[in-house]
């Protein structure tokens, strides 16, 4: 294994065993999403930023912190202490060749969707050509991870040290969907997976969390608007 390998599966082997970990996993229709992301990626494009569901999945989660904070938190086991964060600052998985890094997005809450979908582009690139530096992976608070753009739907993400939650951001994928009218419709189904540290979260407030993120990426105005 390389180094970088090596250091992956010692984390990785290390949190699985040592969180005691729930998944939730949920799916909401994007519909006014998609609209949104086609109306304004023309108007991304011509800043040069690349407007990714990523960046808005990364927007509302910051927001479902900034209302939650027991999934922007860490535990201090030495000292049996809850230790609540007042920066919000996303982790954003990001696969390489030479493995998988997770650098930060800081004040994550604070930034518009705009500023967050450049952030993960310029972030994604240093990972890739090997210009990302320490400083731009330390600090990480709550982390989200994609598979979505490889078609991936569900997943157990593995949360990271130091942190108690992580989203796990699936596909788009068209079904049919009862309206309010008793009509089947095509629907636009996105697939969460949220992890989170049962040590702190209950799964009562784990789904309330997660059904506040749903809320937020079944409305950008309302997302906008929330945060």
């Given at each position: 294994?390389?180094?970088v390998?090596k250091a992956?599966?010692?984390?990785?082997?290390l949190?699985n065993s040592?969180?005691?970990?729930?998944t939730?996993?949920d799916q909401?229709?994007v519909?006014k999403?998609v609209a949104?992301?086609?109306?304004?990626k023309?108007?991304?494009?011509?800043?040069?930023i690349h407007?990714?569901?990523?960046a808005?999945?990364?927007?509302a989660?910051a927001?479902?912190?900034k209302k939650?904070?027991e999934?922007?938190?860490s535990l201090?086991?030495?000292k049996?202490?809850?230790?609540?964060?007042?920066d919000i600052?996303?982790g954003?998985?990001?696969n390489?060749?030479?493995?998988?890094?997770?650098?930060?997005i800081?004040?994550a809450d604070?930034?518009?969707?705009?500023?967050?979908a450049?952030e993960i582009?310029?972030?994604a690139a240093a990972?890739?050509?090997?210009s990302?530096?320490?400083?731009?992976m330390?600090?990480?608070?709550?982390?989200?991870?994609?598979?979505?753009?490889?078609?991936?739907?569900w997943f157990t993400?593995?949360?990271?040290?130091?942190e108690?939650a992580i989203?796990?951001?699936g596909?788009?994928v068209?079904?049919?969907?009862i309206s309010?009218d008793g009509t089947?419709?095509?629907?636009?189904m996105?697939k969460?997976?949220?992890?989170y540290?049962?040590?702190?979260i209950?799964?009562?407030?784990?789904?309330?969390s997660?059904?506040?993120?749903?809320?937020?990426?079944a409305d950008?105005?309302?997302m906008?608007?929330?945060?």
């Amino acid at each position: 294994m390389t180094p970088v390998r090596k250091a992956i599966a010692k984390a990785m082997s290390l949190q699985n065993s040592t969180i005691p970990t729930v998944t939730n996993f949920d799916q909401t229709e994007v519909s006014k999403l998609v609209a949104h992301r086609k109306q304004f990626k023309p108007i991304a494009a011509d800043q040069n930023i690349h407007l990714t569901y990523l960046a808005y999945a990364a927007k509302a989660l910051a927001a479902t912190a900034k209302k939650f904070p027991e999934i922007n938190a860490s535990l201090d086991m030495d000292k049996q202490e809850i230790v609540y964060h007042d920066d919000i600052n996303l982790g954003i998985a990001v696969n390489a060749p030479s493995g998988l890094y997770v650098p930060v997005i800081a004040h994550a809450d604070q930034k518009s969707i705009m500023a967050i979908a450049q952030e993960i582009e310029d972030l994604a690139a240093a990972v890739r050509d090997g210009s990302i530096k320490p400083d731009q992976m330390r600090g990480g608070t709550i982390t989200i991870s994609n598979i979505g753009s490889a078609r991936g739907t569900w997943f157990t993400p593995i949360i990271n040290a130091k942190e108690v939650a992580i989203l796990g951001l699936g596909s788009i994928v068209k079904e049919p969907i009862i309206s309010d009218d008793g009509t089947i419709v095509a629907g636009q189904m996105m697939k969460l997976s949220l992890s989170y540290d049962h040590r702190l979260i209950d799964g009562m407030l784990g789904q309330t969390s997660m059904n506040y993120l749903k809320s937020l990426l079944a409305d950008p105005a309302y997302m906008l608007m929330e945060v």
